[in-house]
């Protein structure tokens, strides 16, 4: 049985790095091929080795952009929640806010950098701004659509049967809406982490990922570019993979409230 | 909300527009932030964009339309690769193993990583702002379009082949139908990926006209009024977008094929 899983596991992961092996070993051929510059398209033996070198620089990018991540977004998560659950519990709430964020969250949060740029100046206040107005409408229009589908019955059931306020928060109203809230969790934190990359390229100071790349255009140097994706794609999966794996079997596995979500 | 209540709905859905910018109004009054325009200032420069005329063609006009123009190119590029390579994807075995690594590793990347290696390919202008706009669309639109084949019922494929259903009839009839909620939902996340990339990288590559470049530009002389107006087109663009043209399309083909979820 445990070895059946451990051969899965194997299994999927090597059918997960085979063909990025494989794509590589492509890449690689083409670049020494000569058929393009080597500039544009450096082989990937160069990108890992430039990210080994320059793995204390990388790492010191990466951190600047982790913190300001963490704070951006769980301000907007909490601010998110709270907001979107009083929008699902109360119609005027509702009626008050709703139209405010459908217009704002289509505008994609880097027209905001400009304006913050000229406010709060350049560096991490204006980052972590921008990082916390991106992901907060996602957070918010899901969870309020939650807490507005949860099904009348039961919140008048539990109601019926004399539960108190915060019983039917924490039993009903709660459970039922966390799979929405989860998902708006979820798309604010993708949000959150393009944007912030996408700002740090404008409103860039000395430190950041989206800064390392976009400094490394500045003197060509394309490795480094590459080496800087590769890291963001990795540190991202990783980010969801645990945060949200756990996450999701803490709460609305336990609570038996798996549904699709698409 | 506004469509269906008339008048009365409209109205709803206004005074919380019309409440926030009297609070910008107050604060501008109170002149705690120092660069911040009135909603008058930002306003007025809207209509003098709309009225100043260069080679006979509205300022307003000429941004806009240089932004819908790339959207429009991008977007299709992106739909045009991205559902046959879905398909594809989906039906064939080989390249789903050797694809799907690559794109859940590609997909969560913030797009505009790739712009500085654009720059240093294309240069400032056109070609990299559309193919950042393609790669913001493409890869959600082919993601999708590979999961929803890959979701069909396989009972429904077996017994149209065991009835002896030709090819085409088994793409138009069970195929298309069958992941048409899936494509949809990847079409509808691609618009405000390529719409994000769009403003993003006419900041970063800014070729003189489209909205992204002329807030860009007007942050180097400081015109926050210029800025306002730039964010109040994006604001409504944006909204005309959701309400107008995704919505309704939304409503049609997914009631149409009869794949409502939920």
Redesign the interface.
């Known amino acids: 049985m445990k070895l059946g899983r451990a051969r899965g596991a194997i299994y999927s992961l090597g ?3 085979l ?2 092996l ?2 590589c070993l492509i890449w690689e051929l083409i670049s020494h091929s000569g058929l393009v510059k080597p ?2 398209i450096p082989p990937p033996s160069k990108v890992f080795l430039e990210l080994f070198e320059d793995r204390a620089e990388i790492l010191t990018h990466l951190v600047a952009s982790l913190k300001r991540l963490v704070l951006g977004y769980s301000l907007a998560a909490l601010a998110g929640v709270a907001l979107g659950i009083s929008m699902g519990y109360n119609k005027y709430v509702h ?6 964020i ?14 913050l ?3 709060l100046g350049f560096g991490d206040p204006t980052l972590v701004t921008v990082t916390f107005i991106a992901s907060l409408f996602p957070v918010v229009y899901n969870t309020s659509a939650g807490v507005s589908s949860i099904r009348k019955d039961h919140l008048w059931a539990a109601r019926i049967m004399g539960a108190s306020r915060f019983t039917i928060f924490s039993r009903v109203l709660l459970p039922s809406s966390a799979p929405f809230i989860l998902t708006g969790l979820k798309l604010g934190l ?1 949000r959150a ?3 912030l ?2 700002v740090e ?2 409103a860039a100071t000395l430190w950041g990922l ?1 800064f390392f ?2 400094d ?2 500045e003197y ?1 140097r ?1 490795s480094d ?2 080496a ?2 590769v890291v ?3 540190v ?2 990783i980010i ?1 993979r645990t945060s949200f794996g756990t996450m999701e079997k803490r709460t609305i596995e336990k609570w038996g409230m798996v549904r ?1 979500i ?1 | ?1 506004a469509n269906r209540n008339g008048l009365k709905g409209f109205f ?6 019309i ?2 910018v009297a609070i910008w109004e107050a604060v501008y009054l109170m002149d705690i ?1 120092k ?2 325009p009135s909603p008058a200032q930002a306003s007025n420069r809207l209509v003098s964009l709309a009225m100043t005329q260069r080679d006979g063609i509205p300022l307003l006009l000429r941004h806009v339309g240089t932004s819908f123009y790339r959207i429009c190119l991008g977007f299709s590029l992106a739909m045009l690769l991205g559902v046959p390579l879905g398909l594809l994807m989906g039906l064939n075995r080989y390249v789903n ?6 794109f ?3 997909l ?10 654009l ?3 294309f240069g400032m202008g056109d070609i990299t702002i559309v193919i950042a706009i393609f790669l913001g669309g493409f890869f959600s639109i082919t993601y999708n379009t590979a999961t929803g084949v890959r979701g069909i019922d396989r009972d429904l494929i077996r017994a149209a082949n065991t009835m002896g259903a030709s090819r085409l009839t088994m793409f138009t009839r069970i195929l298309l139908p069958g992941s048409m ?2 494509v949809i ?1 990847g079409l509808r996340l691609a618009v ?1 990926y390529s ?2 990339a769009l ?2 990288a006419e ?2 590559a800014a070729a003189g006209e489209g909205v ?1 470049s002329f ?2 530009m ?2 180097q002389f ?1 015109a ?1 009024d210029d ?2 107006a ?2 109040v087109i ?2 409504l663009a ?2 005309v ?2 309400r107008f043209l995704i919505e309704p399309l939304e409503k049609r083909t997914v009631r149409r094929w009869g794949m409502t ?1 939920d």
């Not at chain 2, 709803?12 to 527009?17: A, D, E, T, V, Y």
């Not at chain 2, 193993?97 to 690559?102: D, G, T, Y």
């Open positions: 059918s997960f790095i063909p990025l494989l794509f500039i544009l009626g008050y806010f709703h139209p405010i459908s217009t704002l969250m289509p505008v994609p949060g880097i027209t905001w950098a400009p304006i740029v000229l406010v993708a982490w393009r944007t990359i996408a390229m404008i989206g790349i976009f490394a255009k060509l394309t570019i590459y800087g994706i963001m794609a990795i991202f999966i969801e699709d698409g | 909300m709803l859905f206004l005074i919380p527009i409440s926030l932030i660069v911040l193993f050797l694809l799907k690594p690559l859940s590793l590609v969560p990347l913030p797009t505009l990583a790739w712009v500085p290696i720059l240093i390919v909620v899936s939902a405000g719409w994000r403003v993003g900041m970063l992204g807030i860009f007007a942050r400081s926050v800025m306002f730039g964010l994006i604001m944006g909204f977008m959701e979820r």
